[in-house]
């Protein structure tokens, strides 16, 4: 039997332990209601964006751009992934790369390169790792982030898009169902999917101030944009709730560990005053 | 007619008015209900409603697109002040950061190693959550 002041420190240790994930499920939670609200933000835009680019997908215009008519080969994909900065949040950023791990052996079957761009610390390390190739990362996002940080990174695969080095852009990323599920999700970015309603379908065009071509070219750069950065908030939510999941049941496990080790020092302890009882009493009959 | 001002991170503004003034590319334009549909861009400025009750609300908006249908127009305003050569200097640096993490890599992916890495973590997930249940 351990020694009793062993077990005691041994206590002590994971007792602060526990109450250091007890504080980090609790930022979490607080955290992810923030993250929530503000995925609800983005809502209004992404929605707005989606209505006019259905419009001006299906109005009659005489300029059609590059990003809405999809190639006839493809050779090279881009994806954007979206990871966390930090770890400690549970299987989510590893599912998340099984995932894209899939779609990039799917595509390697068809013989399509993959080129991606890392958004957070835990993908750009895993990718590095296994030797993809990225060709741009951004990390260090932190919790609230601005569309801004990120606008070079959507840049630089957009423009790879235009000079014809890539024929398909995918952004994978963790959706939130809710607190407890998390599951990753890609989805196609370029060529755009427009929405199919009927109803859109009228015969009339939008009059283009300066012209068709500068306004859609704005207008679904913009829009990608909207859909990446609804990814990342998306994203911090779900980092959030795996936290707050995570560090939950560190606290339960380690709240298991202390009352296991609690009844392996009682027994040490009235083990031993059962032996000085034992000695005093051999001792006594000796005299 | 309804107007949206919305931004990628918040919804500015959503109601109906009688008026809108924006700062469109081409110069200023002054929308009224039942105006032909429109698509333009707008720049950095003030965005100016006039209530049914005849009061007056401005936004400023950083730049963004303006969007006229027959009785909604929508504004989707940009967060922050973009220029080219800003975005331009930010794709730099966000290339130059995937080119600094490329040079200690391998050359291809093997994929076989990749996914025992993956199953390896999957299944170490899967046990911890065994062992939590049979407690």
């Given at each position: 039997?351990?020694?009793?002041?062993?077990?005691?420190?041994?206590?002590?240790?994971?007792?602060?332990?526990?109450?250091?994930?007890?504080?980090?499920?609790?930022?979490?939670?607080?955290?992810?209601?923030h993250?929530?609200?503000?995925?609800?933000?983005?809502?209004?835009?992404a929605?707005?964006?989606?209505?006019?680019?259905?419009h001006?997908?299906h109005?009659?215009?005489?300029?059609?751009?590059?990003?809405?008519?999809p190639?006839?080969?493809?050779?090279?994909?881009?994806?954007?992934?979206?990871?966390?900065?930090?770890?400690?949040?549970?299987?989510?950023?590893?599912?998340?790369?099984?995932?894209?791990?899939?779609?990039?052996?799917?595509l390697?079957?068809?013989?399509?390169?993959?080129?991606?761009?890392t958004?957070?610390?835990?993908?750009?390390?895993?990718?590095?790792?296994?030797?993809?190739?990225?060709?741009?990362?951004?990390?260090?996002?932190g919790?609230?982030?601005?569309l801004?940080?990120?606008?070079?990174?959507?840049?630089?695969?957009?423009?790879?898009?235009?000079e014809?080095q890539?024929?398909?852009?995918?952004?994978?990323?963790?959706?939130?169902?809710?607190?407890?599920?998390?599951?990753?999700?890609?989805?196609?970015?370029?060529?755009?999917?427009?929405?199919?309603?009927?109803?859109?379908?009228?015969?009339?065009?939008?009059?283009?101030?300066?012209?068709?071509?500068?306004?859609?070219?704005?207008?679904?750069?913009?829009?990608?944009?909207?859909?990446?950065y609804?990814?990342?908030?998306?994203?911090?939510?779900?980092?959030?709730?795996?936290?707050?999941?995570?560090?939950?049941?560190?606290?339960?496990?380690?709240?298991?560990?202390?009352?296991?080790?609690?009844?392996?020092?009682?027994?040490a302890?009235?083990?031993?005053?059962?032996?000085?009882?034992?000695?005093?009493?051999?001792?006594?009959?000796?005299? | 007619?309804?107007?949206?001002?919305?931004?990628?991170?918040?919804?500015?503004?959503?109601?109906?008015?009688?008026?809108?003034?924006?700062?469109?590319?081409?110069?200023?334009?002054?929308?009224?209900?039942?105006?032909?549909?429109?698509?333009?861009?707008?720049?950095?400025?003030?965005?100016?409603?006039?209530?049914?009750?005849?009061?007056e609300?401005?936004?400023?908006?950083?730049?963004?697109?303006?969007?006229?249908?027959?009785?909604?127009?929508?504004?989707?305003?940009?967060?922050?002040i973009?220029?080219?050569?800003?975005?331009?200097?930010?794709?730099?640096?966000?290339?130059?950061?995937?080119?600094?993490?490329?040079?200690?890599?391998?050359?291809?992916?093997?994929?076989?190693?990749?996914?025992?890495?993956?199953?390896e973590?999957?299944?170490?997930?899967?046990?911890?959550?065994?062992?939590?249940?049979?407690?």
């Amino acid at each position: 039997m351990s020694n009793a002041k062993e077990i005691r420190t041994q206590i002590k240790s994971i007792q602060s332990t526990q109450k250091i994930t007890k504080a980090m499920e609790m930022v979490a939670a607080s955290k992810m209601r923030h993250a929530q609200l503000r995925m609800e933000a983005t809502r209004p835009y992404a929605e707005k964006m989606s209505q006019v680019i259905g419009h001006v997908a299906h109005a009659n215009s005489e300029y059609k751009h590059s990003f809405l008519t999809p190639r006839e080969s493809v050779k090279r994909a881009g994806m954007i992934v979206v990871s966390t900065d930090r770890g400690l949040c549970g299987g989510l950023n590893i599912n998340l790369f099984k995932r894209a791990v899939s779609e990039i052996k799917q595509l390697s079957e068809q013989n399509i390169d993959v080129d991606v761009v890392t958004i957070g610390k835990k993908a750009a390390e895993f990718f590095k790792r296994i030797g993809v190739k990225s060709i741009a990362n951004v990390a260090e996002l932190g919790d609230t982030v601005h569309l801004e940080d990120f606008i070079g990174s959507i840049k630089v695969v957009l423009d790879a898009y235009s000079e014809g080095q890539i024929d398909k852009i995918y952004l994978i990323h963790n959706k939130f169902v809710n607190t407890m599920t998390q599951s990753p999700e890609a989805i196609q970015l370029v060529p755009l999917v427009p929405s199919e309603e009927e109803e859109l379908r009228q015969h009339w065009d939008y009059i283009y101030e300066p012209e068709a071509k500068t306004v859609l070219d704005h207008l679904l750069v913009r829009y990608i944009e909207s859909l990446v950065y609804q990814g990342v908030v998306e994203n911090i939510a779900c980092e959030m709730a795996a936290r707050m999941v995570a560090m939950k049941s560190a606290s339960e496990n380690a709240g298991e560990l202390i009352d296991d080790l609690q009844l392996v020092y009682n027994k040490a302890r009235q083990a031993s005053i059962t032996q000085e009882l034992a000695e005093i009493v051999g001792g006594a009959a000796a005299v | 007619m309804h107007v949206d001002v919305v931004s990628a991170e918040k919804q500015v503004y959503s109601g109906p008015v009688t008026m809108l003034v924006a700062p469109a590319e081409m110069g200023e334009v002054g929308i009224a209900p039942r105006h032909a549909p429109l698509v333009t861009r707008i720049k950095p400025g003030e965005i100016r409603v006039t209530l049914s009750s005849g009061e007056e609300q401005s936004f400023f908006v950083s730049g963004g697109i303006l969007e006229v249908q027959k009785s909604v127009v929508t504004i989707l305003a940009d967060t922050a002040i973009r220029a080219a050569d800003i975005d331009e200097a930010e794709a730099i640096a966000a290339k130059e950061r995937a080119e600094e993490a490329l040079r200690e890599q391998k050359d291809s992916i093997d994929f076989t190693q990749v996914q025992r890495e993956l199953a390896e973590a999957a299944a170490r997930l899967s046990l911890i959550q065994k062992i939590k249940k049979s407690k």
